[in-house]
């Protein structure tokens, strides 16, 4: 394989490659800029030699940005499959509060993306550059969530006399809340559990969003 681009199917990126990704990942998790990584400590972490890296990439910027490309297709692809599975818009909000929950990632790649879209640095604007290719277009939080909404409209579940961006950012900022109570719940103690936070989201998408004709509906 040559020059890796971040858009290659995920299932034939070289294991090399995919190491080269966890280590990026663990470091912005771990709180580090994409501009203070270094490709030595990519490399390091990722137990291969430093020149093994330029024969994917050309420069780390490229590794960072292809490893959060492959991230977001990982958790957005995987997320979508389950969040077909689900009946009703309410068992699919309640799985994604509840994952977002469990597991850290997904709520870091969640807001790593809409960093992403909300920042000019050029990096971000690199990162965007290649998230507006028709192949990432499936794995995108805006189309996977629109999806969701698209299929909660034509259920009778949710408003259709509402914009398809307003429906999308209703739910973008309920989310929001939801990882903002969570967070806090983590650092002190809580009046509100989890559980009663979750209905309450829900509860605050349907009065905006809901016919009160579907299933569960306000």
Not at 9 to 25: E, L, S
Not at 29 to 54: F, N, P
Not at 58 to 76: H, N, P
């Amino acid at each position: 394989m040559g020059k890796i681009n971040g858009l290659e199917d995920i299932h034939q990126v070289p294991p090399k490659v995919c190491r080269m990704y966890q280590a990026v990942i663990e470091m912005l998790e771990e709180g580090m800029e994409a501009g203070d990584i270094r490709v030595s400590t990519i490399t390091e972490r990722a137990g291969i030699g430093k020149g093994t890296a330029y024969e994917y990439f050309d420069s780390k910027e490229e590794i960072v940005a292809c490893a959060i490309l492959y991230q977001m297709r990982g958790v957005f692809g995987w997320l979508e499959a389950l969040l077909e599975e689900k009946d009703s818009f309410r068992q699919q909000l309640f799985f994604l509060l509840t994952e977002i929950e469990k597991k850290e990632k997904y709520k870091n790649c969640f807001l790593r993306f809409l960093h992403t879209m909300t920042d000019s640095s050029d990096f971000n604007r690199m990162l965007q550059k290649k998230m507006m290719a028709e192949s990432f277009a499936p794995y995108l939080p805006r189309n996977v969530f629109g999806r969701l909404l698209r299929r909660g409209v034509e259920r009778g579940e949710l408003r259709g006399d509402l914009p398809p961006d307003y429906l999308l950012h209703c739910l973008y900022a309920h989310l929001m809340i939801y990882m903002m109570a969570v967070t806090e719940m983590g650092c002190y103690p809580a009046d509100t559990d989890r559980k009663v936070m979750r209905d309450l989201v829900y509860q605050g998408v349907m009065n905006e969003l809901g016919t009160g004709s579907g299933p569960n509906g306000f």
